[in-house]
Structures are given as structure tokens and as C-alpha cells.
């Protein structure tokens, strides 16, 4: 079974530009949450979405948003770009939603702002 | 609150010497699931084993032991006679029941030298 995918790899962008982030779950997998890693903060949540809805969310300004479609594949944007949004960011994907379902993550995105 | 404190920032060891990771979580949940993973290089974040808060039995896979202990908020790792191979951040992570959101603490890096 193919782990979860992201692209791109990644990215160069500079301040005030949008960035849009890609993530294909593990076939079946129906819940797909994000995260951010930058060296200061570590490993924060951003937001899970699950059949197409956001069930939770983390506490990071409107500027980052997300989305699922119907094939549980999940974007995530970022608006204008701030270069403290310089970071890895991860997404993971399990088969459900909550019960403490096993997360399996992709190789993430590594986003440079300039 | 939940929270998790992996006390240890780095770790440095010898090939072949046993090393304990150290993983200390609060929540006031009493269903609860404790997670590692381990974070090589390449940025992926490896899934190593997941508890609920109903079993507290050790678990012992090849040369990684488990050790989660609830009178004392613990949930500790050992890999016996570490290898090279096992240079990465490790990182202790706990979910709620209704929630996938992960909760991570900073993680420790190990680093085994030959």
C-alpha cells in the first residue's frame, strides 16, 4: 500500500504570496490532519478534516485554511506569507476519527519564505 | 490542558549502549492514547508503537521496549544495544478519544556514534 503523499517537496515563496500544499492519504484512510514543525515552536497542530469536514482546529490565524474533497485527498493554504511561516509541514491521514487511531504521516513539505 | 515533556533534548551514545527516552504527558482524560515516533533526517515521522490508557502492559518489539507507568505520567523508551541506524528525533505524542489532534512534546534526539 503507497504511505501518504505530499507535493510538492518543496517550496520557495516570498512574503506576502499564497501558497497552496497538497496531501494524498493512504488508500481507505478517511482523516487527514495537518502540521506544522518549525525549531521554535516544534510540532503544532493545524487543523483534521474528516469526510470532507474540518473537525478540529488548531490556533493558527485565518490565514491558514484547508480543505477535503471527496476522494479524501486534503489541501492547505497559507495566504500571505509571513516568514515566520518558513516550515515543514506534515500531513498525516488515518483510517477514522478519533479512538486513538494510529496517524501515519507523509514526507512533508518544506516551505522557505523569503 | 494536555501536555507532553520529553525532558531530554539530546542524547548521545555508543553503539551497542542501551538508551532510555524519557516522555512525561499530563491530561485530566481518562481515556488517553500515547504514541512514539521516530524522525529521521529525511523529515518523515515513523510510527513506533501506540498505547491506550487502559493497558498499561510493557511491550518489548525486537530491540525497543515500552514502558508506560500511569502513577507516574510516563511513558518511557528504551532501545537495547542502539546502532547507528537509530540516529533520530524521537517524539512522544498523546490524543484525546474524540480527537486525532496530537498533542507532541519537543522531541529528543539521539545521535549514536560507531
Known amino acids: 500500500k503507497a504511505g501518504v503523499t505530499q507535493t510538492p517537496r518543496y517550496l520557495i515563496k516570498t512574503r506576502g504570496q499564497q501558497v497552496t500544499l497538497s496531501c494524498s492519504p493512504i488508500s481507505g484512510h478517511r482523516s487527514v490532519s495537518w502540521y506544522q514543525q518549525t525549531p521554535g515552536q516544534g510540532l503544532q497542530f493545524l487543523f483534521e478534516?474528516?469526510?470532507?469536514?474540518q473537525r478540529n482546529k488548531g490556533n493558527f490565524p485565518g490565514r491558514f485554511s484547508g480543505r477535503q474533497f471527496s476522494n479524501s485527498r486534503s489541501e492547505m493554504n497559507v495566504s500571505t506569507l509571513e516568514l515566520g511561516d518558513s516550515a515543514l509541514y506534515l500531513c498525516a491521514s488515518s483510517w477514522g476519527a478519533g479512538e486513538g487511531k494510529t496517524q501515519y504521516f507523509g514526507p512533508g513539505t518544506r516551505l522557505l519564505v523569503l | 490542558a494536555q501536555k507532553v515533556t520529553q525532558a531530554q533534548t539530546e542524547i548521545s551514545v555508543v553503539e551497542k549502549e542501551d538508551v532510555t527516552l524519557d516522555c512525561v504527558y499530563e491530561t485530566r482524560d481518562t481515556t488517553y492514547y500515547l504514541f512514539w515516533y521516530k524522525q529521521p533526517p529525511s523529515g518523515e515521522l515513523v510510527f513506533l508503537i501506540r498505547?491506550?490508557?487502559?493497558?498499561?502492559q510493557n511491550e518489548i518489539s525486537g530491540r525497543y521496549s515500552w514502558n508506560f507507568q500511569k502513577s507516574t505520567s510516563s511513558f518511557n523508551f528504551t532501545i537495547t544495544a542502539s546502532q547507528v541506524v537509530d540516529s533520530a528525533v524521537y517524539f512522544c505524542a498523546l490524543s484525546l478519544y474524540n480527537f486525532n489532534k496530537f498533542y507532541f512534546g519537543s522531541g529528543t534526539k539521539l545521535n549514536v556514534k560507531p
Open positions: 478534516y474528516f469526510s470532507e469536514t
Open positions: 498505547r491506550n490508557s487502559f493497558d498499561e
